[in-house]
């Protein structure tokens, strides 16, 4: 049994999804997490910067002794998470990966819809990664970043949001997806609004694809904690009332306090 912590790290709020996915899967695991909102949006941030953003987190990390790292972000997954790989002996691991392997596990007509921020899809880093997988499959992309506020707006199972999905993925649907990864932690939350919509789309959490993938990992290396009961730290390198409200939103059933922590 190895009682070590897994860290877990976003630019904002929303990687909380993840957590809560790994929360629920291994809940005898010890979570570190922290989401760095004091330099929120990485989106617009340089490859250079996001490395050194990563490793100062990572840096962190690796003083409060985890046994593994998760990148709940996938502008960071897309830019630092090689370098944190090479620089580093514990696993660590990211959202694109663990999504892409998915949803080319599940594909349908050979073709797999992303939906993601504008930074996410431009990056390209999911068609990179479904294609180093099968270069046959065909990846249509769409960034659905309005999805993004209307979360945080609290706009869930709203008119609004039903056609703002509609907007976004009736070309989607119409060019023959069926398997749809949910490219931003945001996404999760609107799952059951996107079925109300679209009930025939196979939609790809990477929240929950990562939290099957670092219970693989911790199985294979004899790195599992069989505690009953696990402990959750938060932590954000700045708090408003509106990130209260959404880890609410984000991490609903965890009376679990948020802590400021600035790193770097």
């Known amino acids: 049994m190895d009682s070590r ?7 904002g709020i929303g990687g909380l999804t993840v957590c809560k996915a790994i929360n629920k899967l291994l809940p005898g695991e010890n979570l ?8 929120f ?13 990563a490793r ?17 972000c996938n502008t960071s997954s897309a830019a630092a ?29 050979n073709v797999i819809g992303v939906i993601g921020t504008r ?47 509609q907007r976004y993925l009736q070309h989607m649907i119409d060019q023959g997806v069926k398997t749809l990864i949910l490219g931003c932690t945001h996404f999760p939350i609107l799952k059951n609004t996107i079925h109300e919509v679209y009930p025939q789309l196979d939609l790809v959490d990477t929240g929950e694809e990562i939290a099957r993938e670092v ?12 505690s009953s009961s696990g402990t959750i730290e938060l932590y954000a390198s700045d708090i408003t009332d509106t990130m209260q409200n959404l880890k609410k939103l984000f ?4 009376d679990v306090p948020i802590e400021k922590l600035v790193i770097g």
């Not at 987190?57 to 790292?69: A, D, G, H, P, W």
């Not at 219970?215 to 069989?226: E, Q």
């Not at 991490?251 to 965890?254: A, D, I, K, L, V």
Request: include cysteine; aromatic fraction near 6%.
């Open 119 to 165: 930074a996410t899809v431009n990056s390209k880093s999911y068609e990179k990664a479904i294609h180093a997988i099968n270069p046959a499959i065909t990846v249509i992309q769409q960034h659905a970043t309005m999805l993004v506020s209307l979360i945080e707006e609290g706009w869930i199972e709203d008119d609004v949001t039903r056609l703002t999905i």
């Open 81 to 109: 998470l090689p370098t944190l790989q090479q620089e580093n002996t514990i696993p660590i691991i990211g959202v694109i990966n663990a999504g892409a392997r998915a949803a080319c596990k599940r594909v349908h007509n």
């Open 41 to 53: 949006p990485y989106g617009t941030r340089s490859a250079e910067t996001l490395i050194r953003y």
């Open 32 to 39: 570190i997490y922290f989401g760095d909102t004091a330099r």
């Open 5 to 11: 912590p897994i860290g877990i790290f976003d630019s």
């Open 251 to 254: 991490f609903n059933g965890h």
């Open 56 to 72: 100062q987190i990572t840096s962190y990390l690796l003083s409060r002794n985890v046994k593994m790292i998760v990148i709940a």
């Open 215 to 226: 219970n693989d990992i911790l199985t294979k290396k004899n790195l599992a904690n069989n």
